[in-house]
Nanobody, 125 residues
Framework: QVQLVESGGGLVQAGGSLRLSCAAS????????MAWFRQAPGKEREFVAT??????????YHADSVKGRFTISRDNAKNTVYLQMNSLKPEDTAVYYC????????????????WGQGTQVTVSS
């Protein structure tokens, strides 16, 4: 089982930036796909970004709503995945969750078996 802990959320003004971190423990993440999802009040949880987790290579893709603004990345040595969020908008306000699954990347939340506790991101207008 993989334990995930998110950090870096907070309150920021529109147009500002935040970097979320997701630290993994309990298992080496080679061959694990990682992702960020978010959920705003009254809305369904939605996909944000995903990245492959390999010690030798990587690949990533992002939801249309965040392309060009958010970037998912990893630091294999630290067993950590990041979400750099730039040009934040009020509609980005949500609880952001880190997720992991064995076998590759996915945009579907039901394919992820490990989840962090979530970190709140609030963007003021």
């Amino acid at each position: 089982q993989v334990q995930l802990v998110e950090s870096g959320g907070g309150l920021v003004q529109a147009g500002g930036s935040l970097r979320l971190s997701c630290a993994a423990s309990g298992r080496n993440l080679v061959n694990y796909g990682m992702a960020w999802f978010r959920q705003a009040p009254g809305k369904e949880r939605e996909f944000v970004a995903t990245i492959s987790w390999s010690w030798s290579s990587g690949n990533s893709y992002h939801a249309d709503s965040v392309k060009g603004r958010f970037t998912i990345s990893r630091d294999n040595a630290k067993n950590t995945v990041y979400l750099q969020m730039n040009s934040l908008k009020p509609e980005d306000t949500a609880v952001y969750y880190c997720a992991a699954r064995y076998g590759g990347t996915s945009v579907s939340q039901n394919q992820y078996t490990s989840w962090g506790q979530g970190t709140q991101v609030t963007v003021s207008s």
